[in-house]
């Protein structure tokens, strides 16, 4: 069964520190790696994609990947309480743009002013 | 601005009552799903779609059906809504050209009473 894993959290840092995000996937043959942010009864929103080995930042925002590890993460740079929501991580398993994305269960972060 | 759109935002309807819930893009993606998603939790599959003509069961058993006669149309229908069936329901598409994961509606949060 593929599968993607992340810690529930709660996750509670303050404002301004560095909020770290983890999530590990079972498919070997994982291409496409997806950050979602999700708000409390609001659907998810696309915040990073990462497709390369390393890190891919976008302002505030980091994603990094190891696929010897089957391991990917999202750094949140300077943690704002608006960055409170819940993080989805999200895997392409199937090769081409024809598979499907799956879903971890998401990590709730808190940041606290 | 959402380039997807599900209508009703909110509905509270009887038992047995049979309701269709929208979803339209303007996109031109080819790719759709609809979601199933309870207060807290994770993201189900329960229906996708390649395109016209074409539909698929997800991950998540449901007695919802789904239609794709039109590219940027995928309504899912429940013939006898239960208060099993009371949940958030999130469309979302995505493009089978291009490897950018999917755009979320926003959400249609039903209520069977």
């Known amino acids: 069964q593929k599968e993607v894993e992340q810690n529930s959290g709660p996750l509670s840092v303050p404002e301004g520190a560095i909020a770290s995000l983890n999530c590990t996937y079972s498919d070997r043959g994982s291409q496409s790696f997806f950050w979602y942010r999700q708000y409390s009864g609001k659907s998810p929103e696309l915040i990073m994609f990462?497709?390369?080995?390393g890190d891919k930042e976008d302002g505030r925002f980091t994603a990094q990947l190891n696929k010897a590890s089957q391991y990917v993460s999202l750094l949140i740079r300077d943690s704002q309480p608006s960055d409170s929501a819940t993080y989805l991580c999200?895997?392409?398993?199937?090769?081409?743009?024809?598979?499907?994305?799956?879903f971890g269960k998401g990590t709730k972060l808190s940041v606290k002013p | 601005e959402a380039d997807i759109y599900q209508t009703p935002r909110y509905l509270v309807i009887g038992t047995g009552k049979k309701i269709t819930l929208e979803c339209s893009q303007t996109?031109?993606?080819?790719?759709m799903y609809w979601y199933q998603q309870d207060p807290g939790m994770e993201l189900h599959l329960i229906h996708y779609s390649y395109g016209v003509n074409s539909t698929e069961k997800g991950d998540l058993s449901s007695e919802s059906t789904v239609s794709r006669i039109r590219t940027e149309h995928f309504p899912l229908t429940l013939e006898s809504a239960r208060p099993s069936h009371t949940s958030q329901y999130l469309c979302?598409?995505?493009?089978?050209?291009?490897?950018?994961?999917?755009?979320f509606g926003s959400g249609t949060r039903l209520t069977v009473v």
């Open positions: 979302a598409s995505s493009d089978l050209g291009q490897d950018y994961g999917y755009t």
């Open positions: 996109m031109g993606h080819d790719k």
């Open positions: 990462i497709y390369s080995n």
């Open positions: 999200a895997v392409k398993v199937d090769g081409g743009s024809q598979g499907n994305l799956i």
